[in-house]
């Protein structure tokens, strides 16, 4: 059975970090391409960060270049969300998707994170 799990949402003030974790379960982890996405109140979900399964540096949306960064550990299965100097436009529910180029995609259930003061 495939499972992602995320934790590490929470509240937190602006200026603040947080980071999310997706633990992954049921599939071949190291395999896949991990992405973090998320979907604020009335808008689209949209791609956060992405990390490949191989070569190649990880990519970033030009909103959060250079204050959230991607990473994975292929031996714990998991996959990460440093998020830095969060502002409210961060306050979103976080996904995270693992994919490949077949087009198998996977979703979590999501964690809230909300940036207020």
């Known amino acids: 059975q495939v499972q992602l799990v995320e934790s590490g949402g929470g509240l937190v003030q602006p200026g603040g970090s947080l980071r999310l974790s997706c633990a992954a379960s049921?599939?071949?982890?190291?395999?896949?391409?991990m992405s973090w996405y998320r979907q604020a109140p009335g808008k689209e979900r949209e791609m956060v960060a992405t990390?490949?399964?191989?070569?190649?540096?990880?990519n970033y949306a030009a909103s959060v270049k250079g204050r959230f960064t991607i990473s994975r550990d292929n031996t714990k299965k998991a996959v990460y969300l440093q998020m830095n100097s969060l502002q409210p436009e961060d306050t979103a529910v976080y996904y995270c998707?693992?994919?490949?180029?077949?087009?198998?995609?996977?979703w979590g259930q999501g964690t809230q994170v909300t940036v207020s003061s």
């Open positions: 990390i490949s399964n191989g070569i190649g540096g990880p």
């Open positions: 998707q693992a994919s490949l180029r077949t087009g198998v995609t996977y």
């Open positions: 049921g599939f071949f982890f190291p395999m896949y391409e």
